[in-house]
């Protein structure tokens, strides 16, 4: 008769913690009966697993129950603080940033007017990560990772930011590790394109819609594209993949002066559009604030500037759609955002004149910074399955500085 393997009860054990552990992330504070009818687990298994779990300092009491016929019985749930992460958002006049425990709860805020223009970016990242931790009465060594979002492409081979001329002092060469290096503990830092982080929390704010491919088109003063391919965000080889602002597109113009070979982010770029709006008597202190009046505003020439700014965008869409054929593009970035239903409805009208495939273009779904958002969602997660991985089931390991080239983000934010 074969033996049985000597490792098998400990991984049951592993599983068993696991279970518990992912039900009370989800659903809070929870009886030992309730653990053991929603897990499936015999009682006095869930007795041991709360033991257990009691004892490593995974699991806290949490009150008891009130309200059911019976004695009362103690509440348990997950220390979500216990293990924590970092979302940062580099903009060229600011740099904010939030400390999340494993359920997504923003523990803290901060930040530093004056870091994103500076020339030292680990001296932002820790005096940042000490405010926060400060704030929230977490010690800095229990962040477990950081997730920044830079306006620019993240060479991990290089360990560089590039494509960042707004934000220089974050495009210095090993960027990811002289920040890690910096925070002087197990902190690992992850880097990655605005875009990218923004279209992870579009893609966690529309998760019930079962989309797995989508692109976001980022219309501020840079453009650019983030993409997700059944699940996963698509970064390409040197992580320049969506750089579509330096895609070539025909002149709008027929005169002799500006018959020139432009680009995508000449005619649909914060710079040009500000001076359309102008050209149809539209003011505004920005691209984003002209698109807001025009999109709230009810005048013929109003119509106009949003019609012809949406055929604008349905130029470069056309080449986007006809090569990756998305299925949902979301209008992103501060022009994009202004613009909201308007813009995206007159685009979708100008994109099916000119596309012979199908493709909804919708706008943004988030409330707030979607790109903080999305480095705050990578960060939950980054927290929660540290959290899990204290159960000694064998986790998928992180890589140092940029995990995966943050390719799963995307995947995460469907689960």
């Known amino acids: 008769m074969p033996r049985s393997s000597p490792a098998r009860p400990a991984l049951l054990r592993a599983l068993n913690d696991r279970t518990v552990l992912e039900l009370l992330l989800a659903d809070g504070p929870t009886s030992r009966g309730d653990l053991a009818a929603r897990t499936g687990l015999s009682k006095p298994t869930v ?23 019976g004695p009362n019985g103690r509440l348990y749930d997950v220390d979500p603080a216990r293990s924590v992460g970092v979302g940062i958002s580099v903009e060229p006049r600011n740099v904010r940033a939030e400390l999340v425990d494993s359920r997504g709860t923003v523990l803290a805020s901060a930040s530093d007017a004056h870091g994103a223009g500076g020339t030292d970016a680990s001296a932002t990242v820790t005096a940042l990560v000490a405010s926060l931790g400060a704030s929230a009465g977490v010690p800095t060594a229990a962040v477990g990772d950081v997730v920044i979002a830079v306006p620019g492409s993240y060479d991990e081979s290089a360990d560089q930011v590039r494509h960042a001329d707004r934000v220089p002092a974050w495009t210095s060469p090993g960027i990811a590790a002289s920040l890690s290096a910096a925070l002087r503990s197990s902190t690992l830092v992850s880097i990655d394109n605005d875009a ?37 965000l698509y970064r390409g080889t040197a992580g320049g993949a969506g750089e579509v602002g330096y895609v070539p597109v025909p002149s709008t113009s027929t005169g002799a002066a500006e018959a020139r070979q432009l680009e995508f982010q000449d005619i649909v770029g914060a710079t040009s559009v500000l001076r359309l709006a102008r050209q149809h008597g539209i003011a505004g202190r920005s ?24 055929t604008r965008i349905a130029l470069g869409l056309s080449i986007v759609v006809a090569v990756l054929d998305p299925g949902i593009v979301v209008l992103g970035g501060s022009t994009g955002r202004a613009g909201g239903p308007e813009l995206a409805r007159r685009t979708q009208r100008a994109l099916r004149s000119r596309s012979r495939l199908a493709c909804a273009v919708v706008p943004s779904s988030v409330d707030g910074d979607p790109v903080l958002a999305g480095s705050r969602v990578v960060a939950a997660r980054r927290a929660r399955e540290r959290l899990l991985a204290a159960t000694s089931i064998p986790q998928q390991p992180h890589r140092p500085h940029h995990v995966s080239s943050l390719s799963r983000t995307a995947e995460e934010a469907h689960r």
């Open 47 to 69: 007795a041991e697993v709360v033991g257990r779990l009691e004892e490593s300092g995974l699991l806290r009491d949490a009150g008891e129950t009130v309200g059911r016929p």
């Open 287 to 310: 691209a984003a604030d002209a698109v807001a009046r025009a999109v709230a505003g009810t005048e013929a020439a109003h119509a106009e500037f949003v019609e012809e700014l949406a």
């Open 196 to 232: 990218n982080l923004a279209l992870v929390a579009e893609s966690a704010a529309t998760r019930a819609d079962g989309a797995r491919n989508r692109s976001l088109l980022w219309l501020g003063a840079g453009v650019g594209l983030a993409t997700e391919i059944d699940g996963r």
